[in-house]
């Protein structure tokens, strides 16, 4: 148990629709990274909060968006889902905010039907 | 342009052999390099980090990679196989922009399978 928790585990919903996915870090860490990992496309790095602040950005459309609160929990947010967006959404947490000692949650699994 | 290229898209290797999983890379500034493994169905761990100290760095579970900066290479190795290494394994480049902020990209991903 690596102390990250993601929910929910899996995700079914439609095309157009919006979602939320939820990543709650390891105790103390304050550092938040979001990956995508779909089979045509491989694992991609989303996006990284860090404290609250946005620290780092990767191949995140402009229909995600996330956002880390003051408990540090993080949220991703989907919109106008395609049908492309079905994949494993990972969340990690660090303690800093250098993408090392990463700490990965099981991932929530989104189909978009 | 930065990019990383794993050479490898599957490696078969026999229990008790040596591992060699290839990644190249392009930055234009000094990269640090990172390989990952992610076993089925679990999230992404750590193997070992390259941030321009040592250029041969020692991870967990016996791995350990080597940063060639003449061939742009930081490939994996082993030297024996367990049956318990089977899994995808990631080298990731991260560089800094412009910006401040860091840059990750990640390679296409290489899936070990060791033979009993």
């Known amino acids: 148990d690596s102390g990250v928790t993601q929910t929910p585990k899996h995700l079914i919903t439609a095309t157009g629709q919006r979602v939320t996915l939820r990543c709650s870090p390891r105790s103390g860490d304050l550092s938040v990274y979001w990956y995508q990992q779909s089979l045509d496309q491989g694992l991609q790095f989303l996006i990284q909060y860090y404290n609250g602040e946005e620290r780092a950005k990767g191949n995140i459309l402009e229909r995600f968006s996330a956002q880390q609160f003051p408990d540090l929990h993080s949220e991703l947010n989907l919109s106008s889902l395609e049908l492309g967006d079905s994949a494993l959404y990972f969340c990690a947490s660090s303690p800093g905010q250098n993408f090392e000692k990463l700490f990965f949650g099981s991932g929530t699994q989104l189909s978009v039907l | 342009a930065q990019s990383v290229t794993q050479l490898d898209s599957h490696v078969s290797v026999s229990e008790g052999t040596p591992v060699l999983l290839r990644c190249n890379y392009s930055s234009s500034y000094s990269p640090s390099l990172f390989w990952y493994v992610q076993h089925p169905n679990k999230g992404l761990q750590l193997l070992l980090k390259?941030?321009?100290?040592?250029?041969l760095v020692k991870g967990i579970n016996g791995f350990e990679a080597e940063f060639k900066k003449s061939e742009t290479s930081f490939h994996l190795t082993k030297p024996s196989a367990h049956m318990s290494d089977a899994a995808e394994y990631f080298c990731v480049v991260r560089t800094l922009r412009s910006s401040g902020t860091y840059k990750y990209i990640f390679g296409t991903g290489t899936r070990l399978k060791v033979l009993a």
């Open positions: 390259y941030t321009s100290a040592a250029t």
